[in-house]
C-alpha cells in the first residue's frame, strides 16, 4: 500500500487569518518502506512571516521572496500525493493549510478521509505521555540530532519512521524492503532472469564427546560424593557400569 507521509511550514496558525503555507514535505511509503521517493518545495506566501513563526522554521521574507507560488508547483505536488492516505502529526492543521491553498488557487480539496493523524495514532498508544515529534523520537530511539529548527521535509522524514512505529514497528518492513529491492532491480539490464538464492555453507557439527582426560577429572570427581542421589535407584548398577567403562 501507498501513503504519502508530510509535514507543512507556514506563516501563522490560522489559513482563515491569512496564512499561508511556505513549505511542504512528503516522503512516499509503500508498504511502510520508504521507497527514497519525495516531493519538497518551498513558497512565496506573497505576505509577511510573522515573527513568531519565523522563531519556530528560520524561513524569512527574504529568504522565500524568490520562491514559487503554491500555484506554480499545484500540478506536480498533486501528481505526487495521486489518491494515497496522507499521513501527518495534528493532521488538521496541515489539511487545513494544503486545502486553503488548494482552494485559492481552483482546486478541489482533499478529502479528510485521507486523513491518518499520527497524533491521535500517538494519544491510543501511548495515553498520558507526551506526543510532540521530539517526544516520540526520544521513545523510539529516532535520531533527531539534526533538528535544530523545524523544516517540512526533516520532520516528514522523522514521521515516517514515528508511523512506522506506532503502527507495528521496524520489523514490519524487513521482507518488504527485499521486495521493494527486487522490483527496482528488474528495470535494471539483464532483468528476467530468475535468481535463486545462494545455499548457505555445509557447515558440520562441532565434535562434542568428552576427551580422555575430561572423562578422568570427571570419575575422580564421582568418587569424592557420598551417597549421591543417583546411585539410590533401579539405574544405580547401570550407572556405575557406564561410568567405569568410560
Not at 16 to 39: H, K, P, Q, W, Y
Not at 164 to 187: F, K, M, P
Not at 218 to 241: Q, V
Request: glycine letters at 8%; aromatic letters at 6%.
Amino acid at each position: 500500500m501507498r501513503e504519502i507521509v508530510f509535514d507543512t511550514e507556514t506563516t501563522g496558525l490560522s489559513p482563515a487569518s491569512g496564512d499561508r503555507m511556505v513549505e511542504i514535505g512528503c516522503i512516499e511509503l509503500v508498504n511502510r518502506v520508504e521507497t527514497g521517493n519525495s516531493f519538497h518545495s518551498y513558497f512565496n506566501p506573497e505576505r509577511p512571516m510573522d515573527p513568531a513563526a519565523q522563531e519556530v522554521h528560520g524561513l524569512s521574507d527574504a529568504f522565500l521572496a524568490n520562491k514559487p507560488l503554491f500555484e506554480d508547483r499545484v500540478e506536480e505536488l498533486l501528481d505526487f500525493l495521486g489518491d494515497s492516505p496522507l499521513v501527518a502529526h495534528n493532521a488538521r492543521f496541515d489539511f487545513s493549510f494544503l486545502n486553503h491553498e488548494l482552494g485559492a488557487c481552483g482546486r478541489l480539496h482533499i478529502s479528510e478521509s485521507r486523513m491518518v493523524d499520527t497524533l491521535a495514532l500517538a494519544r491510543v498508544r501511548h495515553p498520558g505521555a507526551k506526543h510532540s515529534l521530539d517526544a516520540l523520537c526520544t521513545r523510539y530511539g529516532i535520531d533527531r540530532s539534526h533538528r535544530v529548527k523545524h523544516g517540512a521535509l526533516l520532520d516528514a522524514q522523522l514521521l515516517a519512521q514515528i508511523y512506522v512505529e506506532l503502527t507495528g514497528g521496524r520489523q514490519i518492513g524487513l521482507s518488504l524492503a527485499d521486495t521493494l529491492a527486487e522490483e527496482r532491480s528488474s528495470d535494471a539490464p539483464g532483468a528476467g532472469a530468475v535468481s535463486v538464492a545462494a545455499k548457505p555453507a555445509f557447515r558440520p557439527a562441532r565434535p562434542h564427546q568428552a576427551s580422555e582426560e575430561e572423562r578422568m577429572r570427571h570419575r575422580k570427581f564421582i568418587e569424592l560424593l557420598t551417597n549421591p542421589l543417583w546411585l539410590d535407584g533401579p539405574l544405580a548398577e547401570e550407572y556405575t557400569t557406564g561410568i567405569g567403562s568410560n
